[in-house]
């Protein structure tokens, strides 16, 4: 288990004019399943494909179609929920969320609002060395996607993409928990980090396959602690919901401008009104996008055209026994397993990619503390410099792994093998023979060493006498003889061979 402390982090503060204000928020994240099929139809789920080239009858709400689930998409939604520390529902049932939508061509929405597949869980926040916060998850439930309206290809026309309609979403509904900004992208990282560990969804926001809708509300100091222990949302202010937001910067800033919107109205006698705003990140700004429904405006019955799902426990637990090692347990083996710090460890299991190139290179070079200095800092910090991720690492395992056996077995020197890096990086080869054919190996030899320091000391003996004096000087000639020989010299050597000639 991770050594952590559970506390509740100090909330936002928002200096207000009259009174200091906290923020309560909380989230609902729509995910995609990661599935090649829709939830009720056979269409393809692939992005980019050509518009409404995704498209089944039952899509299209042609009619006559009955849809029909998908069982793989209900085995994502419970690995997702065990995943979450949550109870998984033998029993759920789909409804129709009725609401028009020019992209939703049935003019309704199958849902599961009365009994969702999976109940209430929890993820760990980390926000910062050794504290951590649970965040509450309320449920998790499947339901179709919507298609794409899309107004910029005509100016007196608006077009409909139906590609994404019907494709598989869990909505991750979260308790009004988290306690400011920084907190809410927290726990959004990590809950996709989560998912993309159980393989259930990509996480990539940037297509629109991890979205969340942000409830922000205000209240005064002690009152949050008062819906706690009563669970009273009364004590709490006035919510709105800040839609479709799909970045971290932009869930951030979001959060910042409304409660700053909410507690101006307030503090001039107005009352915040409980709707639906979408944030304009050019403007700083969040806008009215409809007031807030409830339920009961959205006429929710029972599908009829699904049977309630009745999962057996024996399937559930053959799910649990195949779930893969996930983020904290990782971090934790490699902290135990290989000595790192708990930050090269969080570093280095951000990523299930990441995570698992770390491993071989510690594996194959026999080095976890080395392995873990040279992948961080070397290789994470040359693919961030050049915009790229795992996936476009020019460097194999094993050729990583090599370059650490080379600097363990002295054959090179940390210089060295910066060069060494940079040629495996940029052309490739085999570190060892590329080491052999440019003459990197590092200089052993203590008599050719005591040469360059004899000749170096010769030919500078005004820096001697000062050096005699002074003892941290004789690192001038260290760098001296390093620079003679290419860096090529064994450091430790030159360091002794330079103490020496220089006490004599």
Known sequence: MLDLTYDTPKPKVIAGAKHDWELVIGMEVHAQVSSNAKLF????????????????????????????????????????????????????AFDRKNYFYPDLPQG?????????????????????????????????????????????????????????????????????????????????TKLRQILRYLGTCDGNMQNGNLRADVNVSICLPGAYERYQETQDFSH???????????????????????????????????????????????????RSMRSKEEAHDYRYFPCPDLLPLEIEQAWIDDIAANLPELPDAKKVRFMDDFGLTDYDASVLTADTADAAFFEEVAGQS?????????VIN?????????????????????????????????????????????????????????????????????????AAVDEIIAANPAQVEKAKNNPKLAGWFVGQVMKATGGKANPKAVNEIVTQKLSA
């Open 236 to 286: 709490l202010g006035t919510r709105c919901e800040i839609k479709n937001m799909n970045s971290m910067r932009f869930i951030q800033q979001a959060i910042d401008v409304e409660a700053r919107r909410q507690i101006a109205i307030v503090e001039g006698g107005g009352r915040v009104d409980q709707e639906t705003r979408l944030y304009d990140p050019d403007k700083g700004e969040t």
């Open 41 to 92: 139809s056979g269409a393809s789920t692939q992005f980019g494909a050509e518009p409404n080239s995704n498209v089944a009858f039952v899509d299209a709400a042609m009619p006559g179609m009955l849809p029909v689930i998908n069982e793989y998409c209900v085995e994502q939604a419970v690995r997702t929920g065990l995943g979450l520390n949550a109870q998984i529902h033998l029993y759920s």
């Open 366 to 374: 026999g080095d976890g503390k080395l392995a873990a200095n040279w």
């Open 378 to 450: 070397e290789l994470f910090g040359r693919l961030k410099k050049e915009d790229h991720d795992i996936s476009e690492n020019p460097v194999s395992p094993s050729q990583l792994a090599d370059i650490i056996k080379l600097i363990k077995s002295g054959d090179i020197s940390g210089k060295i093998a910066k060069d060494l890096f940079e040629i495996v990086y940029t052309e490739g080869g085999d570190p060892a023979r590329i080491v052999e054919a440019r003459s990197m190996k590092q200089v052993t030899d203590t008599g050719a060493i005591e």
């Open 108 to 188: 309704y929405q199958i849902s599961q609002l009365y009994h969702p597949i999976v109940g209430e869980g929890e993820i760990l926040v980390e926000m910062g060395p050794g504290l951590a916060r649970k965040v509450r998850v309320e449920r998790i439930h499947l339901e179709q996607d919507a298609g794409k309206s899309i107004h910029d290809m005509d100016p007196a026309m608006s077009f409909v993409d139906l590609n994404r309609t019907g494709v598989a979403l869990m909505e991750i509904v979260s308790r009004p928990d988290i306690r400011g900004p920084e907190e809410a992208a927290a726990y959004i």
